[in-house]
């Protein structure tokens, strides 16, 4: 089982929260869940933050009642999931002193087993151009820093790990990695950095927009499984710190077509 969660919150006060609240509404959360946080080395629970324009100063930032602001939960592996799809927030969600009314949830709700036979075995049309949408910070760890750009291999090597981590269906590792790193190309971006607050410090990530192209050469079955992993990453996140909002990632699947 699959599942993200989308919570939309308003505020009926403006409320002020620290600019790294992240984690102590992930604590929160996860208590709720009656998930322990940060046992994992594959994280089975994603989290976007709250997210929405809100004013930031050095330290805080406030969220105000004229805004509408998401939240969103996925869960990657059977209980995370389940525990996900059975969490009530409603009315309120409230932690360090502010208060969110929740006013709508939207579930997307799928399978291994259902993406893996939809998108691959049942060789549909490939589909060949993805614009991607990231919507909080987004990173890859180099070694002992990290790298804020959209480059193909580690966008996939970052779906792929947690796909094989979790699901039943295997598809490679090193060398399939090669050959998407060939086979898919960065057509263009629109993006820019900024800074995810951490209890200690912070992390510099890329948002914005992505856009992958896959050429009509490329073997159909290679690039039905690109689609399964670009698909995937709406519930996986992509990078590091997933569970803590960074790498929160979208498809604009009305501008997802065959051409080039």
Same mark, same amino acid.
């Given at each position: ?67 509408f602001y998401t939240l969103s939960l996925s869960g990657l592996q059977e209980n995370a ?19 969110? %009314?929740?006013?709508?949830?939207? %579930? ?65 590792? %090193? ?13 263009h971006h629109k993006i820019q950095t900024r800074s ?65």
């Open positions: 089982m699959l599942i993200r969660s989308t919570w939309t919150l308003t505020v009926s006060e403006p409320a002020l929260l620290p600019r790294a609240y992240h984690l102590e509404l992930v604590k929160e959360l996860h208590r709720r869940l009656e998930l322990e946080v940060g046992t994992e080395t594959v994280p089975s629970v994603t989290f976007s933050g709250i997210q929405g324009f809100c004013q930031v100063s050095q330290d805080f930032q406030t969220f105000t009642p004229d805004e999931a389940k525990a996900i799809a059975s969490l009530n927030l409603s009315p309120s969600l409230e932690f360090l002193g502010a208060k969110f %009314d929740i006013i709508n949830r939207e %579930d997307e709700i799928t399978s291994y087993e259902q993406l893996y036979t939809e998108l691959v075995a049942n060789e549909p049309e490939p589909i060949r151009r993805f614009d991607l949408k990231f919507t909080t910070p987004t990173a890859f760890a180099q070694g002992s820093t990290h790298l804020a750009l959209p480059v193909v291999n580690l966008m996939f090597r970052s779906w792929l790990e947690r796909w094989n981590h979790f699901a039943p269906v295997y598809l490679g590792s %090193d060398e399939l990695i090669a050959y998407l790193n060939q086979a898919v190309l960065l057509k995810h607050q951490l209890p200690r410090g912070y992390v510099n990530g890329f948002v914005g927009q992505v856009t992958l192209q896959i050429p009509y050469r490329t073997d159909s079955l290679l690039a039905n499984v690109a689609n399964l992993l670009i698909q995937y990453s709406q519930y996986s996140g992509t990078g590091i710190k997933t569970r803590l909002g960074m790498g929160q990632t979208n498809i604009n699947l009305d501008n997802t077509g065959n051409h080039q």
